[in-house]
């Protein structure tokens, strides 16, 4: 079952002076880097195996690549670092795992293709043009969110489980129904952690179609994603 929703929510961006960039490396100090992450982040949250573009800038039309003098990605990833970077048309990449810097319509961006769990961490871009210098930090969450249905002694029986590595979802389900049963749990499968919530449907429900919200804590507020389930005919569950 494939869940395509992305959600982003973008916290307003400083525009940094003209500086110097360095190759694979933080843009700022350790000693200021947790700050400066706090103030200047972009936060997404996005679906294991889906499409994903970031920007450097906040209009991705205030780029164009005639006026580009050099951009350099610094990602931290779980377990390893690499960076990916353009100057004076040289491109220098040490990630070697499909991400690539896209130009089309005088717009970069970097692109990464059916993101996994092991993509999840901090991507710092510091980016160069002529006329000024731009810099963000972007912190890339990624999860799988799927729902099916359960039988057991003829009970039929409204499953949820989202995977994640760090900062687990609350989990409820929407429209909030009687439920007989509800009982969440939590285990460990290699690096990653599954949330899973158990609900035992009422035998006259009526609706056809129940969803399962996952609320992740951020920077903003609460973020969530949802994922849908198809009820009306026992056996058959479907992910929007």
């Not at 285990?187 to 399962?212: A, G, M, Q, W, Y």
Request: aromatic share 8%; net charge negative.
């Amino acid at each position: 079952m494939a869940n395509s929703w992305i959600l982003t929510v973008v916290v307003v961006l400083s525009i940094f002076g003209p500086g110097n960039h360095t190759r694979g490396e933080d843009i700022v100090s350790h000693q200021n880097k947790d700050a400066v992450i706090k103030k200047n982040l972009t936060e997404e949250i996005v679906v294991a195996g889906s499409d994903v573009t970031l920007w450097c800038v906040n209009n991705v039309t205030d780029v164009k690549w005639s006026k580009l003098i050099y951009i350099l990605w610094n990602i931290s990833m779980h377990g390893r670092k690499c960076f990916l970077g353009l100057s004076h048309g040289q491109l220098d990449d040490t990630c070697n795992d499909g991400k690539t810097l896209y130009n089309t319509s005088n717009v970069v961006s970097l692109f990464i293709p059916k993101i996994s769990m092991e993509d999840e961490g901090f991507y710092s871009c510091d980016l160069s043009i002529k006329g000024g210098s731009r810099a963000v930090n972007v912190s890339v969450r990624v999860t799988r969110l799927e729902t099916h249905l359960d039988f057991e002694n003829g009970q039929r029986i409204a499953v949820c489980e989202a995977t994640y590595k760090k900062t687990a979802p609350t989990l409820h389900w929407e429209p909030a129904l009687n439920f007989s049963f509800e009982h969440t749990s939590v285990k460990k499968v290699d690096t990653f952690f599954i949330i899973e919530n158990r609900v035992h449907l009422p035998d006259n429900v009526t609706i056809s179609n129940l969803s399962c919200v996952a609320s992740y804590p951020s920077v903003s507020g609460s973020l969530q994603l949802k994922s849908t389930l198809h009820i009306a005919t026992p056996g058959e569950c479907t992910v929007f």
